[in-house]
């Protein structure tokens, strides 16, 4: 009787990109812009929000995000308390027209280097890594952005924003469309990195290695200053529980912070060598 076999294709090669969310994993520790935006266009609009229903659509186009807020219960709700009616498309269109130039202003006072990053930049380069940056972020809000944090020598190879693809996250078509943009050739080469649970989703469903950041955004959700200021007791119980929730997202790996990325990197290296994939 003739044996019979069944093969399989492994990739044991390097890695051949990463692919890094902005605010809250590059830059802007906490993720804040995003959500200042929001408060002040919400407030304006009479129906002020916490910061913690602000966060909730985090990750997401900034359009979709506002529709999700207005879709929140208590938010819709006090919106027909105050307007007479639930908000509509027209509400919607307007609102996302209006925050525009709050999230460039909040932006432009949020652009500073996630510490870190400079180090794990350096890492990337010398082991040949291409890199891509993409955000839920309008490509009519980050001028000012990449104009910054190339001041500073964070410039990627390639940025995606979530208006620039048909559908943002958690749709991997920003992460693929970094990947076209880089050459990748395997997608089990490349490592999306992010703060948001849907950023992670996005990752898993490009086929590509994942990394959590826990602290520095939006899980957590605070400036390094308000961060540093707590106890150790209180760091403690925060960070556990942002790790839980990236752990439960599918992150392969979770950090603090950008700081704290090259070990995962050269473990992600080592795995692939032995053929394993995401």
């Not at 529709?67 to 027909?80: E, F, N, S, V």
Request: charged share 25%; glycine share 8%.
């Amino acid at each position: 009787m003739t044996p019979k076999y069944q093969f399989e294709r492994r990739y044991v090669g390097p890695i051949e990109a990463v692919i890094m969310d902005w605010a809250g994993t590059t830059v802007d520790f906490g993720s804040m812009a995003p959500i200042r935006a929001f408060q002040r266009l919400f407030a304006e609009e009479g129906m002020p929000i916490s910061e913690a229903e602000a966060r909730g659509p985090m990750g997401t186009e900034k359009r979709e995000h506002i529709r999700q807020l207005c879709a929140h219960p208590r938010i819709r709700d006090a919106w027909k308390e105050v307007k007479g009616e639930y908000p509509t498309e027209a509400d919607i269109d307007r609102m996302y027209d209006d925050f525009v130039p709050l999230q460039i202003d909040a932006i432009a006072q949020t652009a500073e280097l996630i510490p870190g990053l400079t180090e794990a930049l350096e890492w990337m380069r010398a082991n040949e890594i291409r890199i891509g940056g993409n955000t839920g972020y309008a490509s009519t809000m980050i001028e000012g952005l990449l104009a910054r944090a190339a001041e500073q020598g964070y410039t990627p190879d390639s940025n995606v924003c979530a208006t620039e693809v048909p559908k943002g996250r958690p749709y991997p078509h920003m992460s693929l469309k970094n990947a076209m943009d880089l050459g990748v050739q395997h997608l089990c080469a490349c490592i999306k990195i992010d703060d948001t649970l849907t950023g992670i989703e996005e990752g898993l469903n490009a086929g590509m290695w994942t990394i959590g950041v826990a602290v520095s955004g939006n899980e957590v959700g605070m400036s390094l200053e308000d961060w540093q200021a707590l106890s150790t007791e209180e760091q403690e119980l925060r960070r556990s529980a942002a790790y839980q929730r990236m752990i439960g997202s599918g992150a392969h790996y979770v950090i603090d912070s950008i700081a704290d990325v090259i070990p995962c990197l050269e473990d992600i290296a080592a795995r692939l060598a032995m053929g394993e994939k995401p």
